[in-house]
């Protein structure tokens, strides 16, 4: 990408989107096309022909979506479904009217099959039946990269699609009931130790794993793919390591500093019991991860005090 360019990120203030923002600001850019939900619904096909056709952008990194835990996209099935649907058609479809360069399109991990192999690889994509759970977002993500194969095939578009796995960082979701695992361990164990609470209580039994990467190195990531792949298909960001729920609380137990015991509510779903990213096409392309999970956690409890709780 030339410094010059003109590059649109679809959800900088998300956490994903204000991260590749951060990145790319470090790397020299400083010609962006924002644009809050307030300003342009991604889901109004024409709101996105007029966006497009008036600040015709040389690159797009496609982070928005609507996006949330077990409880929201269990809850939500039909908006999930069709607000991500609407958001990644709309961008997808104008960015090629428009004559963008090159598109980036990010998924989510959960496009894998509940029960394939792991850890999970980028050709396992539909080989099996997904989680019930979050089925609708699964769908939409499956479809905005096949969306971006397509277009590769018919009209030549340069559009490419990142996996990443569970993700963490600034600017994360800490709502009580739509936020994702880790996000919400860090507000409950805060919030139990400011209460003096004696126990926190996890959903599940604790045994499923999960993978967990820092926001900013997944926008390392996507800046050195957006600068160094332009191939069909997919590729998986994560670290390639995983550890367990009861692992992870245990983790966030330390680092919020709360002294009080775990219990698991075993009448509550587990979802998928592993996942777990295969990187070794990413590791392969010549990019690694920097930020470990002890470090990353760290950094974003303080980013949540910072921003979440109200200083006395």
């Known amino acids: 990408m030339e410094k010059e360019a003109k590059i649109y990120i679809a959800g900088h203030r998300g956490m ?39 600040e015709k952008p040389d690159y797009v990194f496609l982070a928005a979506a609507k996006v949330g835990g077990i409880v929201a996209n269990n809850t939500y099935r039909a908006e999930f479904l069709y607000d991500n649907l609407q958001i990644q058609n709309n961008i997808i479809h104008y960015a090629y009217l428009n004559g963008v360069k090159k598109l980036m399109f990010l998924g989510s991990s959960c496009i894998y099959p509940k029960m394939a192999p792991q850890p999970l690889k980028e050709d396992y ?44 960082g600034y600017n994360d979701n800490y709502h009580p009931q739509n936020s994702h695992v880790l996000p919400a361990m860090i507000r409950r164990f805060h919030e139990a130790k400011e209460q003096g ?26 800046y050195y793919l957006m600068e160094n792949y332009n191939e069909p298909g997919l590729v998986n960001i994560g670290t390639g390591e995983d550890l367990s ?25 587990d979802g998928t019991p592993r996942k777990l990213m295969d990187v070794s096409k990413l590791h392969s392309q010549g990019w690694k991860h920097t930020i470990d999970l002890p470090q990353g956690i760290s950094l974003a409890y303080q980013d949540f005090l910072n921003k979440h709780v109200v200083k006395q």
């Open 125 to 168: 994509l539909l080989t099996g039946t997904l989680e019930e759970t979050n089925e609708p977002y699964a769908i939409a993500k499956i479809a905005g990269i096949k969306m971006c194969d397509a277009y590769r095939s018919q009209y030549g578009c340069n559009y490419i699609s990142v996996m990443p796995t569970n993700l963490y």
């Open 245 to 269: 729920i009861k692992e992870l609380a245990e983790l966030v137990k330390e680092t919020v500093g709360f002294e009080g015991t775990i219990e698991f509510d075993t009448s509550k779903p």
């Open 16 to 54: 994903v989107g204000s991260a590749i923002m951060r990145k790319l600001e470090e790397e020299g850019f400083t010609n962006f096309i924002t644009r809050n939900s307030s300003d342009l619904d991604l889901r109004n096909q024409q709101a996105v022909a007029d966006f497009f056709e008036q």
């Open 197 to 222: 609470v004696e126990s926190v209580t996890i959903w599940g039994t604790g045994s499923p794993k999960r993978e967990f990467l820092f926001a900013d190195d997944l926008a390392a990531a996507c």
